[in-house]
């Protein structure tokens, strides 16, 4: 198979893999994006997630912005799994299949996530604005259809540009959480593997065991790293647009530096337990998903 068709076969694996995890942890980036954006207020979690489905209705409520996730599977998800994955196997063939360094794993995620991330913003800002508009005054929602009644009101009223607004702190935020779930991942798995603890080859229990703790360490870390960012990113596309002067954060530094102002370093973290929550099953999910589907295609694994 060319390299073309290996990494097409890859990205759509990731892909389907993607929309399966997304189709269980959805809910939990709903309560993530409105624990992060203003207009509301919650003590926690479980009191946002009460709170949208009073308000919402649980499918409403819960599954607000379901179509902008399956759409971001198949442009950020498909690219930052799929790529991560055919340049992790031609590494491997290139250096003999001998073990990869720990720095070009990490090089190869920001890479994948970087890629993936931009070509996927549309969908990113379709799920955080969709996700949050039920916080908005009645007056001030913007009552998106589905996704495709986003893409178009937004290219019309914001220019195809507006599609890509946040693109920056996205691509940022992303770069860092994938060089850490997939890197450090990669890492954890072959570490593991190697003590025996999860049998031969760490195919103890068809090697489910073994993917569990790897992704769930590294989700842990990518999330710790990719918290704030989040944060910025989700105020920002957020955000009505304006002209500098009307609009409250005029870029993601000032962004940054008024949450540190008016509410405190530990702001940057809000929403940490419901994305970690989802972060963890999500990529749990996808990555065993995503493992099992292409060994069956491909006869080798993807991490």
């Not at 902008?68 to 994955?85: D, K, M, T």
């Not at 063939?93 to 920001?110: C, T, V």
């Not at 790897?214 to 990113?233: G, Y």
């Amino acid at each position: 198979m060319v390299a073309a068709g290996i990494l097409a076969v890859r990205m759509v694996i990731a892909a389907f893999s993607g929309m399966g995890a997304a189709t269980v942890c959805h809910p939990l980036d709903v309560i993530r994006v409105q624990m992060q954006t203003e207009g509301g207020s919650y003590t926690g979690p479980t009191d946002c997630a009460k709170q949208i489905v009073k308000k919402e209705g649980l499918v409403k409520g819960m599954y607000a912005g379901i179509g902008a996730a399956y759409l971001r599977q198949w442009l950020y998800g498909s690219c930052r799994i799929g790529i991560y994955a055919y340049l992790l196997e031609q590494a491997q063939m290139s250096n003999g299949n001998e073990a990869i360094p720990f720095s070009s794993k990490l090089l190869m995620g920001m890479c994948s996530g970087g890629i993936g991330s931009f070509i996927g913003t549309p969908s990113e800002l379709a799920l955080v604005r969709m996700s949050a508009d039920s916080k908005l005054p009645e007056k001030e929602r913007r009552n998106y259809t589905g996704i495709g009644n986003f893409l178009q009101r937004t290219a019309s009223e914001e220019g195809i540009a507006g599609l890509w607004t946040g693109a920056k702190v996205t691509v940022i935020r992303a770069m860092l959480l994938s060089a850490c779930v997939l890197g450090i991942g990669s890492e954890i798995k072959q570490y593991l593997t190697k003590t025996g603890v999860f049998g031969k080859d760490g195919k103890m229990f068809h090697g489910v065991p073994l993917l569990f703790v790897a992704t769930l360490v590294s989700s842990f870390c990518a999330n710790i790293v990719s918290n704030p960012v989040d944060v910025v990113k989700s105020r920002m596309q957020n955000q009505a647009k304006g002209t500098k002067e009307s609009v409250k954060y005029n870029g993601m530094i000032d962004c940054f530096f008024q949450i540190l102002k008016d509410e405190g370093i530990l702001k940057l973290w809000a929403g940490f337990v419901p994305a970690f929550v989802k972060l963890a099953p999500y990529t749990i999910i996808s990555l065993i998903l995503t493992e099992k589907i292409t060994f069956l295609v491909t006869g080798k694994g993807a991490l």
